[in-house]
């Protein structure tokens, strides 16, 4: 099973600051790696997929780069609706795994 | 649009068989997508159950393979999830997902889940 690591656990932030979240794999997963957004109560938002692809919708201060092991999640200006956890996934292999989420709070 | 709306008992008891339906609109479960289940013990990260084609073909998380059943009813566009010998450790809430076609192993679209809670 891979293993992904994120950090940090919890980032404390004002809005219209850049937020940068990490996350290692345990073995490379080559570029096959997601990031979603949850917020309390709801299901979790796929942002990025493939390491730094955006999915729909989703807007241009989401930014993913990356790849093999160490991958990276950018939030180039934060807004208020930012406020969230975010977590990786990877599908390089099954089964498909989650990191333990990243807490962006004010 | 497509939509996923998860349904069943939201409380079973220890030792007893969890089962959930998730029921798929605007689209069909018979398109070139897998389905997947995922969980979220309350408070804690995601853990991936499982997987289903419509023909039928599944992918088990290993963790939980031998009490995991996932199948599909084409005709009423629905996906189940049964999980059997439940604990504690198995309160949750528990989403359905679609994985998209261009990158299966993603979740594109989920249902808002349904907390689950084992407790007697």
């Known amino acids: 099973e891979i293993v992904l690591t994120q950090s940090p656990a919890t980032l404390s932030l004002s809005p219209g600051e850049r937020a940068t979240v990490s996350c290692t794999a345990s073995?490379?997963?080559?570029?096959?790696l997601a990031w979603y957004q949850q917020k309390p109560g709801q299901a979790p938002r796929l942002l990025i997929y493939?390491?730094?692809n955006r999915a729909t919708g989703i807007p241009a201060r989401f930014s993913g780069s990356g790849s093999g092991t160490d991958f990276t999640l950018t939030i180039s200006s934060l807004e208020p609706e930012d406020f969230a956890v975010y977590f990786c996934q990877q599908r390089a292999g099954w089964p498909w795994t989650f990191g333990q989420g990243t807490k962006v709070e004010i | 649009q497509v939509q996923l709306q998860e349904s069943g008992p939201g409380l079973v008891k220890p030792s007893g068989t969890l089962s959930l339906t998730c029921t798929v609109s605007g689209g069909s479960i018979s398109s070139s997508n897998w389905w997947s289940w995922v969980r979220q013990p309350p408070g804690k990260g995601l853990e991936w159950i499982g997987e289903?084609?419509?023909?039928?073909?599944?992918n088990y998380n290993p963790s939980l393979k031998s009490r995991v059943t996932i199948s599909v009813d084409r005709s009423k566009n629905q996906l189940s999830l049964k999980v059997t010998s439940v604990t504690a450790a198995d309160t949750a809430v528990y989403y359905c997902?679609?994985?998209?076609?261009?990158?299966?192993?993603?979740?594109?679209?989920w249902g808002q889940g349904t907390l689950v809670t084992v407790s007697s």
């Open positions: 289903i084609y419509h023909s039928g073909a599944t």
């Open positions: 073995q490379s997963v080559s570029g096959f």
């Open positions: 997902a679609r994985e998209p076609v261009d990158f299966v192993g993603n979740f594109d679209y």
């Open positions: 493939d390491a730094s």
